[in-house]
């Protein structure tokens, strides 16, 4: 019987969904699923997404050295074949962390995952998207980390996880001083189902409204090319692409992009893709599912208020 | 203040990927490589920091011979020594994580940096892994940094938020963009770094990978989907609207 340890990232109580995401991917691996937490709020909905017991160390905030000596807590009681993370930001500074310390293999960034002969495969895209590897970890925990929407989140319909309580050294090198929200209530590019992106088509900083508009009204997270933040427009944390942050949204609405290699390495992954430009040669269009060739100063308002009408219905 | 900066060697973005005959490697013939993007912005933070406290800044490279081009190329930019830590390419992270710890251990180093993912390989592994392997604090995907008093002072950043994270030195930071804007080569710089010999060293212990390609393949190429006219905005927007709700399954 397989046991698989997944971290769940918490906030405000309730579990992240690349972690959930990464709990429904575990059940399909082994049939002994287990978590760690640092907040016991949520054995429940642990339970009720398939883990049998619940890890929990009262660990505070996430600071690295912390939740590395408190998953490896976890490890050695749980004794596990495979440890998942969300690859959520913390998922991915954690599991190398661990990997090092548990003297374990990694496999990052995967959207998908098997036992094969008792190892652990899992395909990842490299070179940003332009290949997918196959690779196999051989040691004893493997690590994977998941890529945020390329797992279903699936509930498994168990009662509230048991509790188990451990202890982990709280000596943190490092301290955290604060938390910036620069931008309180934006939605993040990572586990967006939705991304609305503009690009230089948008001709100026104060046009990009024309593109949050229709992401606020279809419950989007604001995307951007690079070219865009380069000019200042719209912080970094929005760019998508080989130098930005590599999405898989459900859907991704490229607005006045042309496509270039560097952005599509980032966004063709996405599950539906919609590209709005003037220039029908744009290459954005080759990997676009509907591609519209069009203004988009009179494309994007229309769908935005087509949006708004649905949602009033 | 003295920096180790580790520096990976990756194809140009721009480059075409195409897939060696053992479909389980990448074909080099022809490609053209580059110091991998967020490792210049490591570099520069800390030809930053020399400039401004005095010190050292050694780049280390695992990796086949050609990694000397791109130490080279840091040379250049204002690194003062350059290490190459012979080993083949591979897909085990932990294993580069510790020739470079190992490496490391010998240079003396205030700051040991990275950049927060190797442009290509997409890990985002070994900086964290020699963080733990030297037992140094890290801190991850850092946009901006400020080191006085023993300490660094970092802003990571996470999902829609930043983070404020003090750490002593010796500690690992990881490059994100948004750092600085890396400065180029000056003619004076390939001139001087022309005179400044790389040592070139083999792991110590060789360690066993246990990560290990399986297979290498190309996506499926896109099919390309429709394309319609939107010189009628109304009527593109309406089946804009249609496609999202109907394929999506979106609203
Ligand atoms: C090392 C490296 C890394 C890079 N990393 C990234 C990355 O991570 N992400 C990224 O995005 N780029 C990246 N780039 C940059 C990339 O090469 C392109 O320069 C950039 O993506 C172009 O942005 P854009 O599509 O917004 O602008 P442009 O290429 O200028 O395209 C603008 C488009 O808008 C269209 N348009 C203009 N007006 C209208 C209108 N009224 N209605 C509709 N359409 C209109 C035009 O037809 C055009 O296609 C990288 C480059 C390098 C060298
Ligand atoms: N072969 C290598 N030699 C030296 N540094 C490396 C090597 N591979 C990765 N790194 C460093 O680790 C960072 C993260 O790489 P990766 O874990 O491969 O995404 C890179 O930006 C480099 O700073």
């Known amino acids: 019987m397989a046991t698989i340890l997944v971290f769940l990232e918490t906030r405000d109580g309730r579990i992240r969904k690349t972690s959930l995401e990464a709990l429904s991917a575990a059940r399909k ?226 607005c006045g992009i042309s496509g270039a290699i560097q952005h599509l390495a980032g966004m063709t992954s996405s599950k539906h893709i919609v590209a709005i430009n003037k220039d029908a040669e744009a290459p954005i269009f080759r990997v676009a599912d509907l591609g519209v060739v069009g203004d988009l100063f009179q494309i994007v308002p229309a769908l935005t208020e087509e949006v708004k009408k649905t949602k009033a219905h | 203040m003295n920096s180790v900066v580790c520096i990976a060697q990756v194809p140009d973005t721009e480059a075409r990927i195409k897939i060696a005959g053992d479909g389980k490697n990448i074909d080099e013939t022809g490609l053209k490589f580059i110091v991998s993007p967020y490792d210049e912005l490591a570099l520069e933070a800390a030809i930053r920091l020399k400039e401004a406290q005095g010190g050292d800044v050694t780049v280390i490279s695992f990796g086949p011979d050609r990694v000397q081009q791109a130490l080279r190329e840091c040379l250049a930019r204002g690194a003062t020594k350059a290490i190459h830590i012979k080993g083949d390419a591979t897909p085990d992270s932990l294993v580069i994580a510790k020739a470079l710890a190992a490496s490391i251990k010998n240079v003396p180093h205030d700051l040991v940096f990275f950049g927060k993912q190797g442009v290509g390989t997409d890990n985002s592994l070994v900086g964290p892994m020699v963080a733990e392997l030297l037992g140094y604090p890290q801190v991850n995907v850092v946009t901006h940094l400020e080191v006085a008093d023993g300490k660094a002072i970092a802003h990571r950043e996470i999902e829609g938020a930043e983070e404020v994270i003090e750490a002593p030195l010796p500690a690992v930071i990881t490059a994100q963009k948004g750092m600085n804007e890396p400065r180029y080569a000056s003619l004076k710089g390939i001139m001087a770094a022309k005179k400044i010999a790389i040592d070139t060293q083999t792991p110590a212990e060789a360690a066993t990978p246990s990560v290990t390609f399986v297979k290498l393949e190309l996506p499926p190429e896109k099919s390309g989907g429709r394309k319609i006219d939107g010189s009628d905005p109304a009527a593109a927007a309406k089946e804009i609207l249609k496609y999202i709700r109907e394929e999506a399954k979106a609203l």
């Open chain 1, 29 to 254: 691996l082994g049939d002994d699923v287990v978590a760690f937490a640092n907040d016991k709020a949520v054995a429940a909905e642990a339970g009720k997404f398939g883990a049998k017991r619940l890890f929990v160390a009262p660990a505070g905030a996430y600071l690295t050295e912390t939740f590395t000596s408190a998953m490896q807590k976890a490890a050695e009681q749980a004794k596990p074949a495979v440890i998942l993370f969300g690859g959520t930001s913390n998922g991915r500074d954690l599991a190398p962390r661990l990997a090092a310390r548990l003297n374990a293999g990694v496999a990052s960034d995967v959207d998908r995952l098997e036992m094969s002969d008792g190892k652990l495969r899992a395909r990842r895209p490299v070179y940003s998207g332009k290949a997918f590897a196959t690779v196999e970890v051989s040691s004893t925990p493997a690590i994977a980390t998941t890529r945020p929407n390329a797992f279903p989140v699936e509930e498994a319909g168990g009662g509230a996880a048991e509790v188990v309580e451990i202890t982990a050294s709280s000596d943190s090198k490092a301290r955290l001083l604060e938390t910036k929200s620069p931008e309180a209530g934006e939605m993040s590019i990572a586990e967006a189902d939705i991304i609305v992106s503009g690009g230089r088509g948008l001709k100026e900083a104060a046009n990009f409204s024309v593109v949050r508009d229709l992401a606020h009204a279809i419950n989007g997270a604001v995307g951007a090319s690079r070219a865009v933040v380069d000019a200042g427009w719209i912080d970094h944390q929005h760019q998508v692409g080989q130098t930005g942050r590599v999405v898989s949204p459900n859907l991704y609405i490229a």
